[in-house]
């Protein structure tokens, strides 16, 4: 995972400053608007590009789909991927909400419409926070046009504060990727599980660029990259009603990215996005270690996903790590139980690259040294199948008592 | 869930005394021999039929089946589903450990063939424990030949001791079936989600009967029975290397059960597998609460399992429940990520009864209510999806910090 790829690519990748509004073309604004209780507390934000772009967008799977969501899709279905702004706030998700819900979210694009002067379809929205409860939108519409009138360059990093639920820390990393066709740059911001009041958690992300790509290019690179970062990701299995991941492209830097470019704009939003996935389950709810599961040797990738994300999943694995217990029978267990033909005798397990199970037989020998690493804040668990070629990592994190406390605490 | 079944059905249930022993024809006795570390505590236990019994089994789905699963499922083919005896171990799971552990399995079976005069094959082996350890056969051997010296009528609650973990209870129960053709007796016992060292939740079930039933009769009825009861029920989602559940019918009644009598044979398995299932649950690692998720109005039975397990598998759920928070958004959110297609605006939920989302909106009136019922030590969660006449129900129990400090907990 190091940031900075040379080698015989065409291209490097450097990390630089900025968050979202690192690429050209982006201007932001972050303010207290009150949906958040707390005075002072950033709460809205909304992210315009100086003229047009391309719009790429992720929703979530769940049926139960937030108004946000629904008027988004449909936002990006009129313009076929293209707009000019997002308004996202935190502190209300804006879900179960019935026709209401669905005025309010609409209302959030036509105000921002209003202020930028373009169409509201042009306008993306996104919401976190409390399920079942409706947006005051007395407080959010004068927000709105604080925010508007305050748009600036630069502004990445409070926009990356604005979305936070209960995060303990903003997601935000950018980077430059080098070609031959001259610098672009890739931004991004997301937040995690986190919860106002207990409820759910839910993950948004956002990814800005000044290369100039077309909308189903830019498709193309977010769902690809999404499914080894975002979507390779669980803190505990659960999907949110609004689960958002959106990419705009300005154009700003004057790089064209079509299919020559497109492993230059592939990596650099997996690199972004990697960041940023792995910040989310670093941050997880009551999370304390990172789990990186590898599992290699699968007949098929889908397979090599599927006993990775079982593993990562399993809720008798994830206090094993929290406890550094190195427990090699619980993966083996969850290995087999996930739903995909494997031989056990021809599985090995490892803890931070200590073998720990082989040929159908333990090698107790090597706990010590895998339960001193097990104590270390990231944990690499590995799991070669001798089946076939493909490998997949999913991120996970510990189960703690935090965990608990957190989504059961009784409401206050 | 009344035990005493009369109505028009042309037989009775009624509960008696003795668990696995209530049936004649079936003897036990239960011993330590030191698998176990704590002194006298019981940890073998030998159940032998006086004659010959007809077996029924289903073991677990895991592909990483333990050396004793892989052992009894050999010995019912060549016997096609017919035994004199099971033995079971606690303590040591005999998981994950290569040929050896299939020699001890072996040799189990052998041992206990010897003292009762009968072929190998016609003894069932089953171990509960921690995994990846090897069966010290120097103490199980000698507590075998104990208890095979020992075997009496009426040693079911003994039986019921010597086969847990951790489990905070014993789990057995017995009826007596009446019917036209005079009264058998049906008997079981469980343990449920329990650990010896820190390791992983082992389902091992048992019923007994002194109807005579064909092989393939009883193993209908154990497969049809266990559908509603053993496998709709769920600790942690879990599922071991070691899972089985057997039945086996020794005939002493002299009431034959044929196709006419197969409804009252079901019926008592389901009232004995009920109890037991329940229990499991109810004794589930660090679970304070009964959670019954009930689910209707859906399209298919395979629906209202899909989207009821769910549920009932959700942290978010679990942790809301230990909380006591009437959290309907959570419920509605793992109702859609279930991958059944439904439609939101037309799911209901209740809590205790107490309706809390309908028609796509909330009632936030009636969340006090609920609330109150959450803090009982059995929630009812019904769903309904108002999608077709199918319904079922999924027993789980709540997440606790308990659960994470008994599976996290630093191992001494």
């Given at each position: ?9 065409p291209?490097t ?55 946000p ?61 409390v399920?079942g ?6 407080r ?31 997601k ?50 977010l ?13 505990d299995?659960?999907c ?11 154009g ?31 941050g997880g709810?009551?999370a ?7 599992v ?42 996930s ?25 107790d ?34 189960l ?13």
């Open positions: 995972m190091a940031d900075v790829v040379a080698s015989t690519r291209y990748i450097a990390p630089v400053d900025g968050g979202i509004t690192a690429p050209r073309g982006f201007k932001s604004a972050a303010v207290h608007c009150g949906i958040k209780a707390k005075a002072g507390a950033l709460d809205l934000m909304v992210l315009a590009v100086d003229t047009f772009a391309s719009v790429a967008a992720i929703f979530t799977t769940n049926l139960a789909k937030a108004a969501v629904l008027v988004s899709k449909r936002h990006l279905e009129i313009t076929h991927g293209t707009g000019c702004a997002i308004v996202v706030n935190s502190g209300c998700a804006n879900a179960c909400t019935g026709d209401e819900g669905m005025t309010h979210a609409r209302r959030m694009a036509e105000e921002v419409a209003l202020d930028l002067g373009c169409e509201p379809e042009r306008v993306l929205v996104a919401s976190t926070g399920i409860v409706h947006l005051k939108m007395d959010l519409v004068p927000g709105i046009h604080r925010a508007c009138s305050n748009l600036a360059h630069g502004n990445g990093h409070d926009a990356a504060l604005a979305i936070m639920t209960t995060d303990p820390f903003p935000e990393h950018a980077v430059t990727v080098t070609t031959a066709r001259g610098p672009f740059a890739i931004g991004g911001m997301a937040k995690g599980s986190g919860m106002i009041e207990p409820n759910m958690a839910t993950m948004l992300g956002f990814l800005t660029t000044d290369a100039q790509v077309a909308p189903a290019l830019l498709q193309r690179a769902v690809e990259s999404a499914r080894d970062t975002f979507n390779a990701i669980t803190v299995g659960e949110s009603t609004n689960d958002s991941l959106y990419a705009m492209a300005s700003n830097s004057g790089v064209v990215v079509d299919d020559a470019l497109y492993p230059a704009l592939l990596e650099g939003f997996l690199t972004v996005s990697r960041q940023l996935a792995i910040g989310i389950v670093r709810e009551g304390t270690k990172l789990i990186a599961v590898t290699h040797g699968a007949r098929t990738l889908d397979d090599a996903r599927q006993v990775a994300r079982t593993i990562a999943n399993s809720p008798l694995v994830k206090t094993a790590v929290h406890g550094a217990d190195p427990n090699w029978g619980r993966i083996v267990c969850a290995a087999g139980r739903g995909v033909a494997l031989d056990i005798n021809r599985v090995a397990v490892r803890i931070g690259g200590v073998l720990l199970f082989e040929n159908g037989l333990p090698h020998e090597a706990a010590p040294q895998a339960e001193a690493i097990l104590k270390h804040d990231t944990v690499d668990i590995d799991l070669s199948l001798g089946a076939g070629e493909a490998a997949a990592t999913i991120w996970g994190c510990d703690s008592a935090e965990y608990v406390r957190i989504n059961g605490e009784y409401r206050t």
